[in-house]
């Protein structure tokens, strides 16, 4: 799959999945967010794991796995 890096973004609202789908069973806990993007409109990203991130910190794209966008913390503001 190729498919473009979605940017830096601010997180706008974030949540730890402790009962996760059959699928992400594995990888419970973690953390989900939605990003306000640096070029405009919001995303739904998975925090790579040991990122801890808050609302209003600074995050950065990381990688696509499966199809889904994961970001890290960023230390940009």
């Known amino acids: ?3 473009d890096s979605p940017g830096p973004g601010v997180v706008y609202t974030e949540t730890v999945v402790y009962a996760a789908p059959e699928q992400f069973v594995a990888d419970a ?20 794991a040991g990122d801890r991130v808050r609302i209003g910190d600074a995050v950065a794209f990381a990688e696509y ?11 940009a503001s």
């Open 1 to 3: 799959m190729n498919i």
């Open 29 to 48: 806990p973690y953390q989900l967010a939605i990003v306000s993007l640096k070029s405009g409109g919001r995303l739904t990203v998975r925090m790579v």
């Open 65 to 75: 796995r499966d199809g889904i966008p994961f970001f890290r913390k960023s230390d």
